[in-house]
Each structure stands twice: as C-alpha cells, then as structure tokens.
C-alpha cells in the first residue's frame, strides 16, 4: 500500500476498490449540520445494516461544505462512531462524502483514441472548463460505453469527468485521520445517491431526478441508470421551512419544528393551522425542479425526457410534499427508497423507514465501499 501522502496524491473520486483492504469500511456523510455513518456487512445472499448514527453540528462549523472548525468536527466523528448501533463498528476504515457544491461533474464527449491520449484529452477539457490550475485539483474519469453505449457512436465515447480543489479533500482527509480513521475512498453525493436509488435495468436505461431537500440545501441530481450526469444546488431547505413557520407564527423554532413536522402540507380536514404559510417557499421549490428539468431537456437532452421524480433528505418528509409537488409538476413524483438496492430479504433494516432519506448518501457510501462498483480508477 502506497504511504499516506502518496495515497492521497492519487486518490480516485470514482473509484471504489479500497486497496487491499480486508475490512468493510464505514460510509460517512459530512454535511454542513449533521454528521451521519452507515455500516453495512455484505454478505454471499444478504446485506444487513450493522450500524449507524448522526449527530447535529452547529451552524458555522461546516459551511457550504467547508471545514472551518476542524478540532470540532474531528470530536463529532468520534462521538458519532461512539454512541453508533445496535452493532459496536471494528473498522477503522471509512468511505467518505465530498460536498456536492465543491465538485465538478461533467460528461463530456472525445474522438475514440488511445488510453494515453485520451488521459491527454482530459486533462485539456478540465483545465479549459474548471477556474483551478491542474496542481490545485483532483480529477478522475470513466468512459461510459458500458453504461450509456446510446451516448457514443463509432466516432466518440462519452466520458464522465469529476474534479475538486484539493484543498477540500486534503480537508477532509486531515480530519478524519485526526479522528482516528483510515480514508479508503472519496465520492461525491451524487455518486453515493445515484447508486442507492439506482432503478433496476432496463433498455434504454431509466432517466431520474432525485431532489434532495436538506437542513442547508436542495441538490439537483439527474442521472441515467446510476449514472450521474448534471447536477447544481440551491439554497432552498427543510430549514428554510421551518424559519418561515418560526417568524410567521411567533413560535420558537423548536416549536415550529414540531408544527411543521405534525401537520405538514396536508389538508385534510382544512383545519391545518399551517394551511397556506409555506406556498411562497414551495412555489421556489417547483420553479428550481423546473428549472433543473428544462435545463437538462434544453441543454444536455442525453434521454428524451425524465421519467421520474425521487424526493429525498429529511426535507422529503414535509406531509403532503409528495402529492403537492405532483399536482403542480403533473408527473409522478415519489419518495426516494434507498432499500431498493439492497439485498434485505424480509430483514427490517435497523434504521427506521421515515429516517432512511435522511442516510441516503451514507448508505451508497457505504455500498460503494463494499461493491465492486461500475466506476474504476483510470489514472
């Protein structure tokens, strides 16, 4: 194994074979508000969830994905691995999230050349679409004739390209060896959702948005297959929602935690007290949904249309959100299931269902960390 310098010089954002490591890694998501970890055993027949935790940060620990309080977080993940169950974690070794807002993510499409030069053709799309010198990032790509072969021709390939600052990820991995851990593995967010909510195949391959509604943020995401191929983010989320009940009603936020989350959008009585309060922050919800849609049909048109719409993130449980979003979109939207992807038999995961939107990128993380993924370093 390479040292610890050398290994992060090197360290592959798509790919997912952890080195000659003998042990199951943990799946961490690092958010701007809440740390959580997934730990999954993989078996020959099943997967069972061993353990898992999530801890809340204060706000301005994390910001916008970037660690300004390190000695902070360093104790969060301690405590997090502490207090997680119903299984004490013996791995040491963890496969970690890099925040979405910080990532460059790109399909781009090359002549059909040699390995050597397609490396070469690479790196002159990254450093002509990416504001950083190449010594201030790191980058990675997969060719996806597997997976999209209806993308290319008998002339072109496509190509997914991932990149960001190394700043970030020499942040993150500081941190969590300051923890005590072993970094095996980086992934983007998108990465780790695209794979958890991953359709079953089919021909041609299922195209999705997945709306992630978080405490800080709502990310983009659509993708083919599970494959990621657009992303962008907004500042719109599940706690904007609760500010809005907060100041509107005169309630403490606590409170309008709790309103929110009894009564939410739903109104099947007209008796809910909540009735009408959240309409301008969900009207911006549906225009950024419409605006992801369009840009992708307009701009990219890699599939002829979305066929489906998947709510995720602790936003996603707002009652009333998913039927609302499709009276207004009129298309099928659904909440996102990330146990679709695992082999769970008639075990009940140990995490219960109303929270496991919450786990989404930690459980593909985790996954990623333990399946032999269809993403392989290329450098």
């Not at 000695?71 to 963890?94: D, M």
């Not at 959008?265 to 919800?285: H, M």
């Not at 993924?373 to 450098?379: F, H, K, Q």
Request: aromatic share 8%.
């Amino acid at each position: 194994m390479e040292n610890s310098k050398n290994k992060k010089q090197n360290m592959s954002f798509l790919q997912t074979n952890i080195f000659s490591s003998q042990r199951v890694p943990v799946g961490l998501d690092l958010s701007d508000l809440s740390l959580k970890l997934v730990w999954i055993s993989h078996g020959s027949k099943w997967d069972r969830i061993r353990s898992f935790s999530s801890i809340a940060l204060a706000p301005g620990v994390i910001v916008d994905g970037e660690i300004v309080q390190e000695e902070k977080v360093v104790e969060a993940i301690r405590k997090l691995f502490a207090q997680s169950g119903p299984e004490k974690i013996t791995s040491r070794q963890v496969f970690c999230s890099l925040p979405e807002m910080k990532v460059f993510l790109r399909v781009i499409m090359l002549p059909r050349i040699e390995k050597e030069e397609l490396a070469e053709a690479v790196k002159w799309e990254v450093e002509g679409n990416i504001p950083l010198s190449l010594d201030q990032i790191y980058y990675d790509y997969h060719i996806l004739d597997d997976e999209l072969a209806f993308l290319g021709n008998e002339k072109q390939q496509s190509v997914l390209v991932v990149a960001v600052a190394r700043t970030i990820v020499d942040q993150y991995v500081r941190v969590i060896e300051k923890a005590g851990l072993e970094v095996v593995g980086l992934e983007t967010e998108s990465l780790a959702q695209a794979r958890i909510f991953a359709p079953p195949p089919s021909d041609p391959p299922t195209t999705t948005l997945i709306v992630d509604l978080g405490d800080r943020r709502t990310s983009f995401l659509i993708s083919v297959g599970n494959v990621p191929l657009f992303t962008s983010s907004s500042h719109l989320s599940a706690q904007m929602f609760t500010d809005i009940l907060s100041k509107t009603l005169r309630v403490s936020f606590d409170e309008a935690e709790w309103l929110k989350r009894q009564y939410g959008i739903e109104n099947k009585s007209n008796d809910n007290p909540l009735q009408g309060l959240l309409d301008r922050a969900l009207n911006d919800v549906v225009s950024e949904i419409e605006r992801a849609m369009d840009f992708y049909n307009g701009s990219l048109n890699y599939t002829p249309s979305i066929d489906r719409i998947l709510l995720c993130g602790g936003g996603s449980n707002l009652l009333g959100l998913v039927p609302y979003l499709a009276q207004r979109l009129q298309r099928s939207v659904e909440k996102g299931d990330p146990w679709v992807t695992l082999r769970l038999g008639h075990k009940i995961p140990s995490i219960p269902f109303e929270e496991s939107s919450q786990f989404s990128t930690a459980l593909g993380l985790s996954l990623g960390g333990i399946n032999s993924s269809i993403y392989a370093s290329t450098n």
